[in-house]
């Protein structure tokens, strides 16, 4: 910077904005940007931006102020975070196992929200003594900033109704009751008792400075069991629930949240029980011991229990066809699905639809009127880009038909979650995001999502919109939602098949900023005229959207363009047999 002057830093700057290159702020723009600004200033997100060098004095000023010890808990239990297909199947295995072995413990199983669990799941676990959580509640009266999946250990021994833990992984299977580790005596003496993993955090290793922590020669922490006395333990404990809300700095520098108990533990210079037995390791089995050397714990860490496909045979494994025959008891109760079952939901060919909305009313028009005029085939190598997905209809009637590459988009988060679950039987073949397709010149990460137009006695589940005006704010009823630019998309595939929009109005500025469209053999979908747009969606200068200037630009692409007119300026449009460009 002494080798040019501030004129000349500022007149280099310029000629990107005089060349074409840069754009100001428009005026709404600006508004938007100073709204923006001045909402940021109320929030502390920056407080929480941790690296190596501030992080032993921001680990100082959380061990002040880490909260007391509330009580209120009771009893001894166990704990397993346990969400979604894979690790409800392992969770399975584990907890008919500690019924098996005569166990009697309380379990609680943790997961984060109906995504990844369903009240059939709920109901099959209920005759073997199982109470679910769902973390997604539990957070609206515990706040907490980072809900990943390791992270969510540490969050669930705090909030568990439990005052002594006993925390499995899912696909952890115990070979003995587990029970009598509670009445050990160095458990009773430390309030903890931890198992080794096979590596150690060598004295290189930075997190050992990053803690402000003497190195240490000892194993680190194998997280598949933990054995907690949460009144004993609750600040050691409250400060590795810190670093895991924190996981984002310290999972770069230790391999997920196991390392947190133990550093937790060594910065608060709090005892515990480490088990002095190595692993034993099988075949993607890690095998752990009680304090006197005998097996209790098999950790599939690597060949976890499957519940559609074969299961590997693991030699050594105790009471694996035991194992096997609880899946099969699985098989024959649960078809390996999960489904997001909103009040008032009725099922319709195999689809989960909602009463009182026009749910039905759009199913039956694309896929048994065929709205969109599908062909009778297609081809098993071609590509649907569905934009506008609701809740699964077209992408049902594309798989129907013959496609199994099928990409579909949803920005309305009820809408996704049943689009989703209805969606999820038919595996890789469709892929479903909870995101807006948006321009692809420029775009923000995020738009604020409309919500449903409530009026009339149905609700209208598909009328939602981005284009929503920069003074309108995120509430209950409209959401910030992730966007992706409709070239990002196009650009995953040599040939699209088709591309389908039902977006409200979104769809010109979709189609007019893409610059991919010649990869797309025909597109279909609805066009709604609009009047009155908010600055962030006007485009090449046109700032209200009609029939005409559409079939301008799809003449562009297309030989043949067809338009439907429908009610309030809206309609239906096909393009197809594309000109080579």
Known sequence: ?????????????????????????????????????????????????????????????????????????????IVICAGGIKYFTCAWVCINMIRHLGCTLPIELWFQGPEEMDQRMVQLLQPLGVRCVDAKEVEKRFPRRSSGGWELKSYAIIH???????????????????????????????????????????????????CDIAYHEESEFESGQMLINKKTCWKPLALTFWFNEHSDFFYSHIHGDKETFHLAWRKIKQPYTMVATPIESLEGVMCQHDLRGQRIFQHRNSHKWQLS??????????????????????????????????????????????????????????????????????????????VG???????????????????????????????????????????????????????????????????????????????????????????????????????????????????AGAEWPILFTSKELGRVEAICGQYQEVIDLPSYAVVQEITRYRKTDLEQLLKRYYHHVQFKALANKSGLFWAWDRISQ
Not at 164 to 174: I, R, S, T
């Open 1 to 77: 910077m002494m080798m040019i002057t501030p004129e000349e830093v500022i007149r280099r700057i310029s000629m990107y904005y005089s060349g074409g290159m840069l754009q100001f702020l428009t005026a709404g723009e600006n508004r938007a940007k100073a709204k923006g600004v001045k909402a940021s200033q109320t929030n502390d997100f920056d407080q929480h931006s941790i690296n190596r060098y501030n992080a032993p004095n921001r680990i100082a000023a959380a061990i002040e102020t880490l909260p007391q010890y509330p009580g209120g808990f009771r009893g001894r239990g």
């Open 160 to 210: 568990s109704i439990f005052e002594e833990v006993l925390l499995l992984d899912a696909d952890n299977v115990p070979c003995r009751d587990p029970a009598f580790l509670f009445e050990e005596v160095e458990y009773r003496r430390t309030g903890s008792i931890f198992w080794p993993d096979y590596g150690s955090l060598g004295p290189e290793r930075a997190i050992w400075s990053i």
């Open 389 to 503: 997905a609701h809740v699964g209809s077209f992408a049902y009637a594309c798989n129907k038909r013959g496609a199994r590459t099928i990409v579909a988009f949803e920005p309305d988060n009820e809408n996704f979650k049943l689009a989703w679950s209805n969606l999820k039987p038919l595996g890789p073949r469709v892929r479903v995001y909870e995101k807006a397709v948006w321009r692809s010149d420029r775009h923000p990460t995020s738009l604020i999502h409309s919500g449903y137009n409530g009026a009339g006695h149905t609700l209208a589940t598909g009328s939602g919109t981005v284009l929503v005006h920069g003074e309108e704010q995120p509430s209950k009823t409209r959401n910030l939602v992730a966007c992706i630019g409709l070239d990002k998309i196009l650009q995953r595939f040599q040939r699209v098949r088709l591309l389908k929009l039902a977006c």
């Open 309 to 386: 496909s074969k299961n590997r045979h693991i030699r050594g494994f105790i009471h694996e066809k035991l194992c096997l025959s609880f899946l099969e008891d699985l098989r024959e109760k649960w078809d390996g699905r999960i489904l997001y079952e909103p009040r008032n939901s009725i099922w319709h060919e195999g689809l989960i639809l909602r009463s009182r909305t026009d749910d039905l009313n759009i199913f039956n028009t694309v896929v048994n009127e065929n709205q969109y005029q599908l062909p009778e085939r297609f081809n098993s190598t071609d590509v649907v880009v569905d």
